[in-house]
């Protein structure tokens, strides 16, 4: 049994194996990001909120207008002459003054109205900018990460094409042990590292490391990984 190739069978299945989980990780972050999404959120509510102020504003004002419309009436009716009578002249200026006071109230509030939209039309401008800005780095991302994709890709085809000579040059009985073992533990091979088992780091005797040195084929008491001395 080569320890050797299957050591090296591994370190290519091990780098398959992470590249597969960065392209996957790279494939998820496809399309519009966390950053990009909340942006655009916060535009839309900020836009909705306009809305829906700009709609209070002008019933606000349709209400001042209708007021405004009764009191014009109610004042020609009052300085134009033609009404005399003490009593009825009395009852149109309480009615002008009842007027006045339901219109005052709702000219104050088209001030702080006004002042409202004002500020909501800033934030939106605000937010405009910050989801133009968004937009651009999450392009730049995009870009970024399709170049990574590709980079990925690449390397996996080079590395499945490795994996498959290595297996083509390892006899079939010593696969199949390397792939049960492997599937079993998830480490099939460890290399030794200063006297112990690179796995589950136990240290080995001089007879099992002059026996892993030679090439022989030596399993680990401890984790049955196949030790390999470079």
């Known amino acids: 049994m080569s320890v ?85 002249l009395t009852g149109l200026q309480q009615e002008l003054d009842a007027l006045k006071r339901q219109r005052d109230p709702l000219e104050e509030k088209a001030l702080d109205m006004m002042e409202q939209v004002e500020a909501a039309q800033a934030d939106i401008k605000k937010l405009e900018e910050e989801l133009t800005a968004a937009e651009a780095r999450s392009k730049e991302e995009q870009k970024t990460l399709h170049a990574e994709i590709d980079s990925l890709q690449a390397q996996l085809a080079s590395l499945q094409e490795k994996r498959q000579h290595m297996v083509g040059v390892i006899p079939p009985d010593e696969m199949r042990f390397y792939t049960g073992l ?30 892993t040195r030679s090439g022989t084929m030596v399993q680990c008491s401890s984790c049955s990984c196949i030790l390999f001395f470079e």
């Open 4 to 88: 050797r190739q299957l050591y090296q069978l591994q370190c290519i299945e091990f780098d398959i194996e992470s590249r597969e989980q960065a392209l996957a990780r790279d494939k998820a972050r496809l399309g519009e990001s966390e950053e990009l999404r909340q942006a655009q959120a916060r535009l839309a509510k900020a836009r909705a909120e306009m809305d829906a102020l700009v709609h209070q504003q002008k019933e606000n004002d349709w209400a001042i207008s209708d007021l405004s419309a009764k009191m014009t009436v109610t004042k020609e009716s009052l300085y134009s002459g033609r009404v005399r009578n003490p009593k009825e």
């Open 182 to 211: 492997k599937v079993r533990r998830g480490v099939a091979v460890a290399k030794v590292e200063q006297g112990t088992c690179g796995r589950c780091r136990l240290a080995l005797s001089s007879a099992e490391i002059q026996r």
